[in-house]
């Protein structure tokens, strides 16, 4: 929780300076400027600013993004039944956990995550909140008009649905990986991977440049810190010698549909037997290894070890 956001809404509410401010909480008016640079602060004291500004258990920084409490409140509950329906409509065959989790979440974590990734691809969250999404929240007849034709709407619940497939993918092929005890991987670029993955899912969506110039950087950006992770996470699986049934790479580079098609495939048990074409490899040269071990023993059991010429003329393509 920072400081510096609870102090700014306490003073808001309380409508008085930071010398009242400090008389108030019995500190000096140095420790409230100290605060407000992001010093860290108590629990207690936390608690102290937070009744002040009557926030009760919303977070500062999500009331500070949303313009007010009240309408940090209807965010947070169009959120929920964004992400309510797009898990609705998933078809993976995956619970998308950041979704499922986050609707029974009192303080809508989902809903701080969302508009970060909003604000880094450059988008700018309205003040006060759209009185025409107003029936969404309330559970009205056209809730799903007012999101198709509310231009942050929609693209909240087009963010929700390609993290319905990109979770899903993720949950498939990448989860256990990143959770192998073997692997030991807390606290390495791979541990951070699931946090990424609504940037990355908003990094897949067609947008117009035109009207958010700054995705073009965001999704960059993405791209390049997520395949670090993976890349990071294939080399680990690999020393360890543990088989991939597909490219993880995938995760970064393919669209969602694909990387939804792929979970759904995997779901459904269709690839069970499918192995990642490095497993290939690596069976193809342990063989080889073998037969470069053995083929001398026999051949000298045979006593034409002096006496063998290969042909290579035979293993030419085409022959």
């Known amino acids: 929780m920072k400081s510096s956001s609870l102090v700014e809404l306490a003073l808001s509410a309380q409508g008085c300076t930071q010398k009242e401010l400090a008389l108030k909480l019995r500190v000096s008016p140095a420790q409230i400027s100290k605060w407000k640079k992001g010093e860290h602060i108590s629990f207690e004291m936390s608690n102290r600013l937070s009744e002040l500004a009557g926030l009760g258990d919303l977070d500062p920084d999500v009331v500070l993004l949303a313009g007010s409490i009240e ?29 499922v989790e986050e609707l029974d979440d009192d303080n809508c974590h989902l809903f701080w995550n969302t508009f970060h990734v909003l604000q880094e691809m450059g988008v700018n969250i309205p003040r006060p909140f759209p009185e025409e999404l107003e029936a969404c929240i309330a559970d009205g007849d056209d809730e799903d008009e007012a999101i198709w034709n ?8 087009d963010m929700f649905k390609a993290l319905t497939d990109v979770y899903g993918f993720y949950a498939a092929f990448v989860a256990d990986l990143v959770f192998d005890e073997g692997l030991d991987l807390v606290d390495t670029p791979a541990w951070e991977l699931d946090s990424e993955l609504l940037s990355l899912a908003a990094s897949k969506l067609d947008l117009d440049a035109s009207k958010i110039p700054g995705f073009p950087r965001f999704k960059k950006k993405v791209e390049s810190e997520v395949a670090e992770m993976v890349t990071y996470l294939k080399e ?16 970064v580079f393919d669209s969602h549909d694909e990387l939804g098609r792929a979970a759904e495939a995997h779901s459904f048990g269709f690839d069970q037997s499918r192995l990642h074409p490095d497993i290939y490899m690596n069976e ?8 470069h071990q053995v083929l001398p023993v026999i051949m000298k059991k045979l006593g034409i070890e002096d006496e063998f010429e290969l042909d290579t003329s035979e293993l030419r393509l085409g022959r």
């Open 150 to 157: 509310n231009e942050i709407a929609s693209l909240i619940y």
């Open 236 to 251: 680990r699986a690999f020393r360890a010698g543990i088989p991939l049934r597909i490219e993880l790479m995938d995760l």
């Open 71 to 99: 309408d940090a409140g209807k965010w947070i509950q169009l959120i929920r039944y964004l992400a309510e329906l797009s898990e609705f409509s998933a078809e993976t065959g995956y619970d998308t956990a950041p979704l």
């Open 284 to 291: 193809l040269l342990t063989g080889m290894r073998v037969i």
